[in-house]
């Protein structure tokens, strides 16, 4: 069963370096086991940037234990309602609907959102500042990290350093404290994909007979799947907003920026020869951005020589968004070292973390390859097949990843694992448990 909220103080400091759904959710959790928890976020103003983001049940189970479901509330007035419409999986040159997929009955104990990532995270960040009390220093960036076995830290840009019993990096790919645990700065390699992504009124796509169906009756969801491409077009908020996300093949060199201003001329080559709808969309488009899906290869361990730093989130395992599940992993590391922390004690903080990766790297390894297996379900398909089974070309919701409650599973197996970090089974565990003089990285 979820504990009480909030549990009583634990003693256990917290910083926690970036201010994102990773950060965010991590905080409110600690703060709701009893933890101190201080955020810092080098961006020094919120903006509501982005397009779309989806958290699945797993996600929405969590969102709904905060203040009494009224946040959960809030992202579901902001969320994309498929309940009559489904999800429409055409052919991409003829245009056919090949399979038509309901979308499930919302269970209240654990929804479904899908939103615009500013104003969801909104909605997010003024919960954890305004409501709760929780401490983020905005315009703060980080420069450093520092651990040794009593402490952790951080060192900001004006040479300040802050300490804490733990760090959690929150930051994402690039963040500063995945080159600490590492050992060394890992660079991003092409992952052979990129996106381009779009989000824009709906002035435009309803003044056009071809496109007004998608902005006149509610929301809607579409996707036109191709040889190595895909198009998922959506309307959102009883149809008033419209985002589009396009995946193919992109083998250009990158560096660390891979964001990047796209070009509608690029879109219509790739889509050229498709379903005239496609364009009919496309060309609506104000404006658009290009995103290079890079890949880091899988990072052994997510957890520091002392154990003081850790990593959740895109910091310790970026998701292809085709998983629809990387936000909503984030929130599980997040409920998990919140639980492990308060299960451990001040004094079992160091098993606590270790515990924390122990219990999550299997299951974040698995749900990532999902990312993998849809996209080339989609980019590979086998028309053939489809035509006998029209499920086969489904976007997969498995109830392994979207019934599991991470809050639940940690409290049932903290006991077993952390142990091995504690009793007579650590010596066994030594890798696990260096003694290492202090590190730091600026």
Known sequence: MPSPYPAPPTGISILIVGAGFAGLTTAIECHRHGHS???YESFPTLKSLGDIISFGANGGRIFARWSDGTIAAKLRSLSIDLTGYGFRIHKYDTGEVVY??????????????????GELHQVVFEYARDELGIEIHL??????????GEKAGIVLGDGERVTANIVIGADGVRSKARQLVLGFEDKPKSSGYAVWRAWFPNTDMIADPRTSEFCSNGDTFNGWIGPDVHFLFSTIKNGSDCCWVLTHRDENDIDESWSFPGKLEDVYKVIEGWDPICKAIVEKTPSL????LVYRDPLPTWVSKHARILLVGDSAHPFLPTSAQGATQAMEDGVTIAVCLRRAGKEGVQAAVRTYQEIRYDRVRAVQKTGETTRDRWHKTDWEKVAKDPTSIAFPREDWIHQHDAEKHAEEVFEEIFIRFT???KDKNESLLPKEEPVAVA
Do not use: L
Not at 100 to 117: I, K, L, M, S, Y
Not at 140 to 145: I, K, N, T
Not at 289 to 292: G, M
């Open 423 to 425: 009793g007579p089974e």
């Open 139 to 148: 315009g703060r960036r980080v420069e450093g990290y520092f651990e040794d």
């Open 289 to 292: 951005v290009d995103w290079k």
């Open 37 to 39: 928890v201080r955020i």
């Open 100 to 117: 038509h997929q309901p979308t499930p009955a919302q269970n209240p104990e654990a929804p479904v959102f899908n939103g615009h990532r």
